[in-house]
């Protein structure tokens, strides 16, 4: 079956500009979560997401956001962009909210400059 | 608060040598502990899991038991090769469904 697939694989983007990176998981799966993933800071916890309620969310400020659809595709949201902002976004899904394990997805590269 | 500690790299072996990678954490409960693997340019791909004291996950020829009386999870493989050179990741699932992750170990086997 498919794994769980992220749009786009990179993007650069400017200052102050926002993005919508988007996380279609495996079929089935009800349970969507984001990373952020940097060389300074390591992988980082961004929010959780099942059956489109939002069960988790890590300690980032408010700029970042997310929702899920009813068909369980996530979507991140990133407004007011940042230098610091530039990591490697890592989409995961699971069917039972992660006790035996997530799928992660490719990630999606984020420059900003 | 829960947290997961786990051997700086980078870590360089010879082919066919013995690996161990040591991983400990700190935690409320009883939760899930996996190992990780990044391969460059790629996502994460689940190595290994264990969900309950005394458990062993195996995959690939490498092996984690969950020990909870030493809170660790160390990753082991009996003889590496040069395709095992990667960065491996210990992390535990917290009863708020989020990973908590290890900082990383790169591993380099050398022909």
């Known amino acids: 079956k498919a794994g769980v697939t992220q749009t786009p694989r990179y993007l650069i983007k400017t200052r102050g500009q926002q993005v919508t990176l988007s996380c279609s998981p495996i079929?089935?799966?009800?349970?969507v979560s984001w990373y952020q993933q940097t060389p300074g800071q390591g992988l980082q916890f961004l929010f959780e997401?099942?059956?489109?309620?939002?069960?988790n969310k890590g300690n980032f400020p408010g700029r970042f956001s997310g929702r899920q659809f009813s068909n369980s595709r996530s979507e991140m949201n990133v407004s007011t962009l940042e230098l610091g902002d530039s990591a490697l976004y890592l989409c995961?899904?699971?069917?039972?909210?992660?006790?035996?394990?997530?799928?992660f997805g490719s990630g999606t590269r984020l420059t900003v400059v | 608060g829960n947290s997961v500690t786990q051997m700086e790299g980078p870590v360089t072996l010879s082919e066919e040598a013995f690996l161990t990678i040591n991983c400990t954490y700190t935690?409320?409960?009883?939760?899930?502990l996996f190992w990780y693997v990044q391969y460059p340019g790629e996502g994460l791909q689940l190595l290994l899991k264990?969900?309950?004291a005394d458990d062993k996950g195996s995959n690939k020829g490498f092996e984690a038991t969950y020990r909870k009386e030493t809170t660790s999870f160390h990753l082991e493989k009996g003889s590496v090769q040069v395709s095992d050179s990667a960065v491996y990741f210990c992390?535990?699932?917290?009863?708020?469904?989020?990973?908590?992750w290890g900082a990383g170990t790169k591993l380099i086997i050398k022909p």
């Open positions: 997401y099942f059956s489109e309620t939002q069960r």
């Open positions: 995961a899904s699971s069917s039972d909210g992660g006790s035996y394990g997530y799928t």
């Open positions: 079929s089935g799966h009800r349970s």
């Open positions: 264990a969900t309950k």
């Open positions: 935690a409320t409960g009883y939760p899930s």
């Open positions: 992390a535990l699932r917290d009863s708020n469904y989020q990973l908590i």
